[in-house]
């Protein structure tokens, strides 16, 4: 039993020494990789970045909202929410282009004025076609459907463009019109003041079935020209006027007789036709032989 617990303590001991058993050698190049490596570890790398990026505009997005809008713990200092849909800036505000949902409403409180204040630059509110600019020396509003204002308390229609159902009229306190042009039916003043047409260039006055104006007193002030037309016939009906001072005078020369001036007279018949008679000779009357009076002149 000694001799065998002899060999038993030397195997065990060979064994315990010897590291080299069941070892085979591997190529490390070989074997299977753990984690990220080439391609997918840059990949990682670049989205780990860009995550970090929006992380950081993220974080000043917040900032700025929270100094602009003024987020504290009682809530938002400058504007109010409701479950209404309304929004309420609760301080001054700085906005640049304001664009409001469909049917929306813009207003103030109710004991309160609201202004609206542009920074050199004129305020415009827009919608589709309509805009109504606000400027330093004048207030425009254009629109290609027409305009009404009415009181929203006693929903009165102070001023429409509707002509079919309402009559236009200049609205309390506007003493002119400045058009371009506008297509109407007639054009009347009231009993008590005087109707003025003023243009800086050349006034048309066209109708399709003709013009027809009436008045106590009716004057034309012109620094040109005046050109009468029509299709059948002019009537002057009532006591005509002309001034000679802006007229050109024959009392300076021979004129009558050079070639390069046409002269006509301008004649009236008893029933107000107007006609002309080119001057050929000094003195000369309306008694031709073509004129449309007949025997009266």
């Not at 990949?43 to 993220?58: E, G, K, W």
């Not at 459907?145 to 506007?174: A, C, K, W």
């Not at 004129?255 to 107000?272: E, F, I, N, P, T």
């Amino acid at each position: 039993m000694r001799e065998k617990a002899v060999e038993r303590r030397n195997v065990n001991k060979e064994h315990n020494s010897n590291f080299k058993a069941g070892y085979i050698p591997i190529d490390e190049d070989r074997l299977h990789k753990t984690g990220l490596r080439g391609r997918k570890g840059n990949l990682a790398i670049c989205v780990i970045v860009l995550l970090f990026i929006l992380a950081v505009i993220n974080l000043l997005i917040t900032l700025v909202i929270w100094a602009v809008i003024r987020i504290g713990p009682n809530g938002c200092d400058s504007m109010e929410f409701h479950e209404s849909g309304l929004l309420r800036f609760k301080q001054v505000s700085d906005m640049g282009v304001i664009h409001p949902l469909y049917k929306s409403t813009v207003g103030g409180r109710r004991n309160e004025n609201l202004v609206i204040t542009g920074n050199n630059q004129p305020i415009v509110f827009q919608q589709g076609t309509t805009k109504l600019s606000v400027e330093k020396n004048k207030t425009s509003i254009t629109s290609d459907i027409g305009m009404q204002f009415f009181d929203p308390r006693t929903q009165n229609i102070l001023f429409s463009t509707d002509y079919e159902t309402h009559e236009f009229h200049l609205p309390s306190g506007v003493k002119s019109l400045n058009v371009q042009k506008a297509s109407t039916e007639r054009i009347t003043s009231n009993a008590t003041s005087d109707l003025n047409i003023k243009v800086d260039g050349r006034a048309i006055v066209r109708g399709n079935e003709g013009v027809f104006i009436m008045g106590k007193t009716i004057e034309f002030h012109m620094g040109g020209n005046v050109e009468l037309k029509a299709e059948n016939s002019i009537i002057l009906n009532g006591t005509v006027m002309v001034s000679p001072t802006r007229l050109p005078s024959s009392s300076s020369g021979d004129q009558s007789g050079s070639g390069d001036w046409v002269r006509y007279k301008l004649c009236m018949c008893a029933d107000g036709t107007l006609f002309k008679v080119q001057v050929t000779g000094h003195n000369m009357g309306c008694q031709v032989s073509d004129n449309p009076c007949g025997n009266t002149h």
